[in-house]
């Protein structure tokens, strides 16, 4: 069973950005997603990475701002966000896929982190 860890959560004011890190337990060979939850709301994809790196997928919110990376070396997912606005706060979970191709279907993901809070000021 893999197991994902999210870090680098914070508060920041909008205009600002933050790099998100997600560590798995062990090597995955599988696409890499992030998706997000604000109160009140369902969670949605945010993008999201394919094993190899080759190709990645976003959300239309968050094109452009957005950078979505992996280091397989490292077992880690990195999200990149700049341009911060606050609709972006929410909380930010990552998950493994069941396929090595990036996907924004939330049903296609496997295991899930404990999320990190993400808080954009105005």
């Known amino acids: 069973q893999v197991q994902l860890v999210e870090s680098g959560g914070g508060l920041v004011q909008a205009g600002g950005s933050l790099r998100l890190s997600c560590a798995a337990s062990v090597r995955t060979f599988s696409a890499m997603g992030w998706f997000r939850q604000a109160p009140g709301k369902e969670r949605g994809f945010v993008a999201a990475v394919a094993w190899n790196s080759a190709s990645t997928r976003y959300a239309d919110s968050v094109k452009g701002r957005f950078t979505i990376s992996r280091d397989n070396a490292k077992n880690t997912v990195y999200l990149q966000m700049n341009s911060l606005k606050p609709e972006d706060t929410a909380i930010y979970y990552c998950?493994?896929?069941?396929?090595?191709?990036?996907?924004?279907?939330?049903?296609?993901?496997?295991?899930w982190g404990q999320g990190t809070q993400v808080t954009v000021s105005s």
């Open positions: 998950a493994n896929s069941y396929s090595s191709n990036p996907s924004d279907r939330l049903s296609e993901y496997l295991h």
